[in-house]
């Protein structure tokens, strides 16, 4: 099992940056396919972009590519996400994810409480 801890959230404005971190806690954190989701107020969660075990592949959500970045650091237990150019509709909670499967859509198994991120116009 893995324990997931968001970090970095905030308000932004448009156009600008944000960087969300995700630590992890055991000793397979580097077995396991990370993610990032995000769930907006009155609309269902959503997937945002995924990495396999080893940072070799990468998935993003169309509305967020060439804009999103995902990393992952396994010395450190840790995942990143760098959101560059944000718009208001990327304000959400921000959850990172960890999986057993190999895919880097999933399914995931273990979640993050979550982080704030609000993009201001």
């Known amino acids: 099992q893995v324990q997931l801890v968001e970090s970095g959230g905030g308000l932004v404005q448009v156009g600008g940056s944000l960087r969300v971190s995700c630590a992890a806690s055991?000793?397979?954190?580097?077995?396991?396919?990370m993610g990032w989701f995000r769930q907006a107020p009155g609309k269902e969660r959503e997937f945002v972009a995924g990495?396999?075990?080893?940072?070799?592949?990468?998935y993003y959500v169309d509305s967020v590519k060439g804009r999103f970045t995902i990393s992952r650091d396994n010395a450190k237990n840790t995942v990143t996400l760098q959101m560059n150019s944000l718009k208001p509709e990327d304000t959400a909670v921000y959850h990172c994810?960890?999986?057993?499967?190999?895919?880097?859509?999933?399914?995931?198994?273990?979640w993050g409480q979550g982080t704030q991120v609000t993009v201001s116009s």
């Open positions: 990495i396999s075990w080893s940072g070799g592949r990468a």
């Open positions: 055991g000793r397979t954190f580097s077995s396991y396919t």
């Open positions: 994810a960890a999986g057993k499967s190999s895919a880097v859509t999933g399914p995931y198994d273990y």
